[in-house]
């Protein structure tokens, strides 16, 4: 499936060029434009992968892209500014996704929410990642982040520690635990909240901005013209 990425990394936007038949399935008000396509609204895999997203922060519905007699395409953009990216899934190797950074992906892959527990709690962040998986080889799916995104290699023996905020996707062949940097007087003051502690073998994906830490910027703002 052909696809391209334009501006990035501030307000990245992909254009996806179906052949007659194909489909591409993406989150609700992810559509910036589409030429010859039918779009149609439904639960991504059953009712309770449904509801499982709604309890997640995500909509209960996606929306599927079919191009119609001739090929079609259509472009599809984040809520957030910043980067996008698109990697292709191996079967039985699923990758998590933060909520909020998950944008679409060929029919083929399974979209699940995978709930954190106590973990997530104490992360202050979501407590669910969204779980894709292909059910076989040459699926895609989109993501973004705010800000810019890095890639980083996580390597046996070896510690990647990220603030929980900066985290944008993560593959299986990697656990995590919370903690804290430094001791407790440092995470009080020091500015530097919980993080997340990579172990294993596999790659983490981060963001160049916190989306946390912009709505904390921006609170006293609101109280003071709400007052």
Not at 60 to 86: H, I, K, Q, R, Y
Not at 117 to 139: K, M, N, P
Not at 180 to 193: P, Q, R, Y
Request: aromatic share 8%.
């Amino acid at each position: 499936m052909k696809h391209r990425v334009e501006f990035a990394p501030a307000y990245s936007m992909i254009t996806v060029e179906l052949e007659a038949g194909e489909s591409v399935k993406a989150e609700p008000g992810a559509m910036v434009a589409q030429s010859n396509v039918q779009m149609r609204t439904g639960m991504p895999s059953g009712l309770m992968k449904g509801f499982r997203r709604m309890l997640g922060g995500e909509s209960f519905f996606m929306n599927t892209f079919t191009a119609e007699s001739g090929g079609g395409w259509v472009a599809l953009a984040p809520s957030l500014p910043g980067d996008l990216g698109v990697l292709e899934l191996q079967p039985e190797q699923p990758v998590h996704i933060q909520g909020s950074s998950f944008l679409g992906a060929t029919v083929d892959v399974d979209v699940d929410t995978k709930f954190q527990g106590f973990r997530g709690i104490l992360s202050g962040e979501s407590l669910f990642f969204v779980r894709v998986e292909a059910r076989g080889s040459g699926e895609l799916v989109f993501y973004n982040c705010y800000g810019a995104m890095k890639e980083l290699a996580v390597a046996p023996g070896e510690e990647l520690v990220v603030d929980t905020g900066h985290v944008v996707a993560f593959t299986a062949g990697v656990s995590y635990d919370i903690g804290k940097v430094g001791g407790l007087g440092s995470l009080v003051l020091g500015g530097e909240g919980l993080v997340m502690k990579f172990r294993g073998t596999g790659v983490v994906w981060v963001q160049t901005r916190a989306l946390s830490a912009l709505a904390a910027m921006l609170q006293p703002l609101l109280k003071s013209k709400s007052n």
